[in-house]
């Protein structure tokens, strides 16, 4: 269980990245190239904007369930960032051992007394089915669909939290060698001054548009092909989590 980072102060912002590129010998799943491009970018931008990073790799399914169960029984500060990469079905992503771990699950934990006072944001770069929309050859974070109903993870998800998909349910997210359009994306704009200053859902809003209209797949088969993030909210203030100088929320 690869681990890079060390418990935060009480009063600073947490981000936890868990990323499954290798899967164990014999699992079905085929290596995630790109992810050390995503995880690298995403720990350099958010150490610069205050936050205690915390990395995991390669975890099994019931490794992912305990950190992320662990971070929220320790967190401090105003905003959580948690990042999930994996293989993934609608509902559900996988650990390197090839087991499930349900988001429903991991959304739950946040919900506790001691989170309440803190942000939190989940980006999941999984994808949610096998369907390409159709609105460099590309990977895609795919195994078969479940027949899950396709809102039951979001209805886990806690007050005061959004949760930021890389795609639609139902339909595939895309990974190249140089990382994910949407974890790269993400990163330009935390980089750029009016992204990162943004209020979160405004943040959120221009990631979709950003992805939605400038990322189209190459390749024989996938080309053509596009991705279309989508975010659910239950935020009852307006954050400005990776603002430099907006450290308070304000009102609705």
């Not at 995630?32 to 491009?37: A, I, N, Q």
């Not at 975890?59 to 369930?65: D, G, M």
């Not at 105003?78 to 988001?103: I, K, M, P, Q, W």
């Not at 400005?240 to 929320?249: D, G, H, T, V, Y």
Request: proline letters at 6%; hydrophobic letters at 40%.
């Amino acid at each position: 269980m690869p681990i890079f980072g060390s418990k935060a102060p009480p009063n600073k912002n947490q981000a936890l990245l868990v990323s499954v590129m290798e899967f164990y010998h014999g699992v079905p799943l085929a290596p995630r190239r790109g992810v050390k491009k995503d995880t690298k970018r995403l720990h350099k931008i958010l150490s610069k904007l205050g936050f205690q990073v915390t990395i995991h790799n390669d975890l099994t399914a019931e490794e992912i369930r305990h950190v992320f169960k662990t971070a929220s029984l320790e967190m401090g500060g105003t905003c959580f960032v948690g990042v999930l990469s994996s293989h993934g079905e609608e509902g559900l992503v996988f650990g390197a051992d090839g087991n499930a771990v349900r988001l429903a699950e991991i959304f739950s934990w946040f919900g506790g007394p001691g989170t309440a006072e803190t942000t939190k944001l989940f980006f999941v770069q999984a994808c949610r089915g096998k369907e390409l929309d159709d609105g460099v050859e590309l990977e895609v974070d795919s195994v078969s669909a479940s027949e899950e109903d396709n809102f039951s993870p979001c209805l886990s998800i806690p007050i005061d939290s959004a949760v930021m998909f890389a795609t639609a349910p139902g339909y595939a997210a895309f990974l190249h060698p140089l990382g994910s359009v949407f974890l790269q994306t993400l990163c330009d704009l935390l980089e750029e001054e009016g992204g990162r200053s943004l209020e979160v859902t405004q943040l959120m809003t221009r990631l979709n548009y950003r992805v939605a209209h400038n990322f189209e797949a190459k390749g024989r088969e996938l080309g053509g092909k596009k991705e279309m993030p989508c975010f659910v909210t239950r935020l009852t203030r307006q954050v400005f989590p990776f603002a430099e100088r907006l450290k308070e929320p304000l009102p609705l």
